[in-house]
């Protein structure tokens, strides 16, 4: 994993309150290897009686001629069938086995401590491909068992392996990443790419952000949260979708904590939950509007049900003109700043 990212040891902090809420999806991931492990030891060793079996027979039928002249475990697996695999295919079980292993056991591997001036965007794709050696010890192992595994075309199959190459079972069956990072390198925006399956992905978040950094992640089929309480977490574990959670270090004035649901409607105000917006926020100061305020209004677009069901037609206007009055406070407290400037 390039320097600009590492893999902990044992999370501490929030790191551990985040993992701990999404253990459901942790123990899930963990069990599925474990039993995926088993299976391949069971296998490689009832093929290995049939071998040694096998290579008993051969010496026995070739006689002393063929002492220190053949191998008789190969030669018996000429002899035999398809229950007896070759050497190649054993050590091809081996070191899937082996990677098998490494991810039955401890969180080092979902937890992510992003150093400072890193690129969030990369270390996320890192740290998935790591996660992908999973996937790929398991293409391998169907290839060996079939007798279809080519060294020179597949043997990359038991190294990393890109989240873009990942098929849709393996997205869903993808563990949850826990990521630490400074609110300086914090540009979740590069994130959607990984949005899939059921991916889900934390950010802890220690400083002071722009009030809705996770708006522009918001689409119809992804779960987004932001919210200063761990334990709330447990929500984006639980869900069908893929999804990505903010956790901020303490709770503020000036950042938005909201839940946005797929499986909450069809609309837009109906899938999100906002619990606090701010009003205004002491960042961004400049003579051009900072991006945050974008953030902002794209979310109270998406928070606010349709005038008709409300009572109040849109000639009306007095409800609409009520409603886009937190936006018309942040304009106008933009416009004495930069005034002043």
Same mark, same amino acid.
């Given at each position: ?22 253990? *459901? ?21 009832? *093929? ?5 079996? #096998?290579?008993?027979? !051969? ?9 220190? #002249? ?11 069938? !398809? ?12 070191? @899937?086995?082996? =990677? ?11 937890? /992510? ?17 790591? =996660? ?17 595994? $080519?060294? $020179?075309?597949?043997? *990359? ?16 069956? +993808? ?29 802890? /978040? ?5 009030? !809705?950094?996770? &708006? ?11 919210? @200063? +309480?761990?334990?709330?977490?447990? @929500? ?15 709770? #503020? ?5 909201? /839940?946005?649901?797929? $499986?909450?409607?069809? !609309?837009?105000?109906? #899938? ?18 900072? &991006? ?39 304009? &106008? ?9």
């Amino acid at each position: 994993m390039p320097s600009e990212a590492q893999t902990s040891g044992a999370a501490e902090g929030p790191a551990a309150l985040a993992l701990e809420a999404l253990r *459901s999806r942790v123990e899930s991931f963990r069990s599925a290897t474990a039993v995926a492990q088993e299976e391949i030891r069971t296998f490689a060793a009832q *093929s290995r009686g049939v071998n040694e079996f #096998r290579a008993d027979e !051969a010496l026995m039928e070739l006689g002393p001629f063929a002492t220190g #002249r053949i191998d008789p475990e190969r030669f018996g697996t000429l002899l035999g069938n !398809a229950d007896a695999l070759t050497p190649e295919t054993l050590e091809i079980l081996g070191q @899937a086995e082996a =990677v098998l292993k490494e991810f039955s056991a401890g969180d080092d591997l979902y937890h /992510v401590e992003l150093e400072p001036g890193g690129d969030l965007r990369d270390a996320v794709k890192d740290a998935l491909e790591e =996660v992908g050696r999973v996937f790929g010890a398991a293409r391998a192992v169907e290839l060996a068992r079939s007798g279809r595994f $080519d060294p $020179d075309e597949h043997m *990359s199959l038991l190294g990393s392996l890109p989240f873009r190459k990942w098929n849709r079972a393996e997205r869903q069956m +993808a563990p949850p990443l826990v990521v630490e990072l400074g609110a300086e390198d914090l540009f979740p925006v590069g994130l959607g790419e990984f949005l899939d399956g059921a991916v889900k992905i934390v950010l802890i /978040v220690q400083g002071h952000t722009t009030p !809705a950094p996770l &708006a522009r992640l918001i689409t119809p089929g992804t779960f987004v949260m932001q919210t @200063a +309480a761990a334990a709330e977490l447990e @929500a984006l574990a639980a869900s069908r979708h893929p999804g990505v959670g903010l956790l901020f270090d303490e709770e #503020r004035a000036e950042q938005a904590r909201f /839940v946005h649901d797929p $499986d909450q409607g069809d !609309a837009p105000w109906k #899938r999100l939950r906002v619990e606090h917006m701010p009003e205004q926020a002491d960042v961004g100061r400049g003579r051009r509007a900072p &991006a945050w305020l974008e953030e902002l209004t794209h979310l109270q677009t998406l928070a606010k049900a349709p005038l008709s069901l409300v009572g109040v037609t849109p000639e009306e206007g007095s409800v609409e003109k009520e409603e886009s009055k937190p936006v018309d406070q942040l304009a &106008a407290w933009l416009l004495s700043q930069t005034a002043e400037l």
